[in-house]
Protein backbone atom coordinates (compact mmCIF):
# COMPACT_ATOMS: atom_id res chain seq x y z
CA UNK A 1 0.00 0.00 0.00
CA UNK A 2 1.85 3.29 -0.88
CA UNK A 3 -0.20 6.32 0.84
CA UNK A 4 1.59 8.67 -1.80
CA UNK A 5 3.54 9.15 -4.77
CA UNK A 6 6.90 9.94 -4.24
CA UNK A 7 7.97 10.58 -7.36
CA UNK A 8 5.92 13.53 -6.78
CA UNK A 9 8.49 15.10 -3.84
CA UNK A 10 5.98 14.96 -1.25
CA UNK A 11 6.01 13.64 1.94
CA UNK A 12 4.36 10.72 2.45
CA UNK A 13 1.92 10.43 5.25
CA UNK A 14 3.77 7.38 6.75
CA UNK A 15 6.70 8.88 6.68
CA UNK A 16 4.92 11.45 9.46
CA UNK A 17 2.89 8.72 11.44
CA UNK A 18 4.55 6.08 13.00
CA UNK A 19 2.14 4.10 14.08
CA UNK A 20 0.22 0.26 13.09
CA UNK A 21 -2.32 1.63 10.26
CA UNK A 22 -0.19 0.14 7.44
CA UNK A 23 0.01 -3.14 9.12
CA UNK A 24 -4.03 -3.32 9.49
CA UNK A 25 -4.48 -1.99 6.45
CA UNK A 26 -2.52 -5.07 5.17
CA UNK A 27 -4.42 -7.13 7.44
CA UNK A 28 -7.67 -5.63 6.39
CA UNK A 29 -6.92 -6.00 2.49
CA UNK A 30 -6.10 -10.50 3.64
CA UNK A 31 -9.06 -10.67 5.82
CA UNK A 32 -12.42 -12.65 4.71
CA UNK A 33 -14.74 -10.72 6.72
CA UNK A 34 -14.10 -7.45 8.37
CA UNK A 35 -15.57 -6.66 11.68
CA UNK A 36 -15.29 -3.15 13.05
CA UNK A 37 -16.79 -2.04 16.65
CA UNK A 38 -16.85 1.58 18.30
CA UNK A 39 -18.47 3.36 20.89
CA UNK A 40 -21.21 5.93 19.68
CA UNK A 41 -20.10 9.58 19.58
CA UNK A 42 -22.58 12.32 19.29
CA UNK A 43 -24.59 10.13 17.12
CA UNK A 44 -21.26 9.03 14.84
CA UNK A 45 -18.40 6.82 14.91
CA UNK A 46 -15.44 7.41 16.98
CA UNK A 47 -12.38 9.37 15.50
CA UNK A 48 -10.33 6.20 16.14
CA UNK A 49 -12.56 4.37 13.68
CA UNK A 50 -12.97 7.03 11.11
CA UNK A 51 -9.25 7.52 10.99
CA UNK A 52 -8.82 3.85 10.65
CA UNK A 53 -10.89 4.02 7.68
CA UNK A 54 -9.63 6.92 6.18
CA UNK A 55 -6.07 5.18 6.61
CA UNK A 56 -7.32 2.69 4.53
CA UNK A 57 -7.66 4.67 1.50
CA UNK A 58 -5.22 2.90 -0.63
CA UNK A 59 -7.05 -0.27 0.04
CA UNK A 60 -9.89 0.46 -2.92
CA UNK A 61 -7.28 -0.13 -5.74
CA UNK A 62 -6.10 -3.22 -4.34
CA UNK A 63 -7.21 -6.43 -4.77
CA UNK A 64 -8.86 -6.67 -1.29
CA UNK A 65 -10.52 -9.97 0.12
CA UNK A 66 -13.14 -8.91 2.50
CA UNK A 67 -16.54 -9.56 1.33
CA UNK A 68 -18.89 -9.02 4.45
CA UNK A 69 -17.97 -6.23 6.71
CA UNK A 70 -19.65 -6.11 10.02
CA UNK A 71 -20.15 -2.86 12.48
CA UNK A 72 -20.38 -3.71 16.54
CA UNK A 73 -21.75 -0.53 18.37
CA UNK A 74 -22.56 0.63 21.99
CA UNK A 75 -23.75 3.97 23.24
CA UNK A 76 -25.53 5.45 26.48
CA UNK A 77 -28.74 6.47 24.12
CA UNK A 78 -31.17 3.38 24.24
CA UNK A 79 -32.34 4.20 20.76
CA UNK A 80 -31.38 1.65 17.61
CA UNK A 81 -30.84 4.92 15.69
CA UNK A 82 -28.48 6.04 18.00
CA UNK A 83 -25.84 4.25 15.65
CA UNK A 84 -27.54 5.87 12.21
CA UNK A 85 -24.51 8.12 11.66
CA UNK A 86 -21.98 5.05 12.53
CA UNK A 87 -23.96 2.82 9.80
CA UNK A 88 -24.05 6.06 6.98
CA UNK A 89 -20.34 6.66 7.70
CA UNK A 90 -18.98 3.33 7.15
CA UNK A 91 -21.91 2.39 4.40
CA UNK A 92 -19.87 5.87 2.34
CA UNK A 93 -16.86 4.11 2.64
CA UNK A 94 -17.83 0.68 1.35
CA UNK A 95 -19.00 2.60 -1.46
CA UNK A 96 -15.58 2.32 -3.06
CA UNK A 97 -15.49 -1.46 -2.25
CA UNK A 98 -18.13 -2.85 -4.80
CA UNK A 99 -17.17 -6.65 -3.56
CA UNK A 100 -18.03 -5.83 -0.36
CA UNK A 101 -21.16 -5.20 2.02
CA UNK A 102 -22.45 -4.34 5.17
CA UNK A 103 -23.67 -7.49 6.20
CA UNK A 104 -24.89 -6.97 10.23
CA UNK A 105 -24.96 -4.65 12.47
CA UNK A 106 -24.94 -4.98 16.49
CA UNK A 107 -25.95 -2.03 18.81
CA UNK A 108 -25.61 -2.44 22.73
CA UNK A 109 -28.09 1.08 23.65
CA UNK A 110 -27.88 1.95 27.36
CA UNK A 111 -24.07 1.34 27.55
CA UNK A 112 -23.29 4.23 30.00
CA UNK A 113 -21.20 2.66 32.91
CA UNK A 114 -18.16 0.35 33.17
CA UNK A 115 -19.74 -2.79 33.38
CA UNK A 116 -23.42 -2.11 31.91
CA UNK A 117 -22.46 -4.52 28.92
CA UNK A 118 -22.46 -7.18 31.03
CA UNK A 119 -25.48 -9.35 30.42
CA UNK A 120 -26.58 -6.94 27.74
CA UNK A 121 -28.88 -8.70 24.67
CA UNK A 122 -26.56 -7.31 21.87
CA UNK A 123 -23.87 -9.76 23.49
CA UNK A 124 -25.47 -12.88 22.48
CA UNK A 125 -26.56 -11.01 18.91
CA UNK A 126 -22.90 -10.76 18.31
CA UNK A 127 -22.20 -14.00 19.31
CA UNK A 128 -24.97 -15.66 17.04
CA UNK A 129 -23.69 -13.65 14.31
CA UNK A 130 -20.18 -14.48 15.00
CA UNK A 131 -21.24 -17.98 14.70
CA UNK A 132 -23.12 -17.53 11.79
CA UNK A 133 -19.60 -15.88 9.94
CA UNK A 134 -17.44 -18.90 11.49
CA UNK A 135 -19.71 -21.47 9.79
CA UNK A 136 -20.63 -19.94 6.79
Known sequence: ??????RQRQMCIRDRIHDDA?????????ADVLVFATPIYYYGMSGQMKTML???NPLYA???????????????????????????GLRGWLACFPK??????VFG???????AIKEHPAL???YEMGMAVSNG
Open 22 to 30: DTIAQKMRA
Open 100 to 105: ARLAGT
Open 124 to 126: QKA
Open 62 to 88: SDYAFREVYLLAAAAEEEEHTMDGAVN
Open 1 to 6: LHLCDR
Open 54 to 56: DRG
Open 109 to 115: GGVDVAG
